[in-house]
């Protein structure tokens, strides 16, 4: 009886099937942890466009306390980085009001600055979302200034 048992316990191991059982088992859950990832990442998206408009609004705020006006269309948010040489150019002006060059929204599309801005506002800071265009849904929809 003794040869019997160990003979038996020479050949255990994992067979065929319950290797591929595994394999499946860990596919399955490298691909839902993926899938959570790519919902997070439009989430951390909207989040850093939101936050750039933010960051933004109060460069704008300091640049019309020094200058007694906000940038105009033409000058765009690149007035917060160097002194506008497009008329009106304020002698108040001592930015720059922020660190680099306005960067593209997180899906990679320039942000659209506009004086007078929507809703009685004075100036309006838009992303279009991951479509680039106007309107959408989800990760489609505006990211605005003046929805913020």
Known sequence: MRTSCRKADSQAGWTLIETLIVIAIVMVLTATVGFMAVGSLEKARIAGA???IDSFCVALESYYIDCGNYPTSEQGLSALR????????????????VYKDAPKDPWGHEYEYTVPGADGNPYGIRSFGADGRDGGEGKNADITSWEN
Request: aromatic share 10%.
């Open 82 to 97: 160097k002194k506008p040489e497009v008329e009106p150019v304020s002698d108040g002006w001592s930015g720059p009001y």
């Open 50 to 52: 939101r936050a750039q």
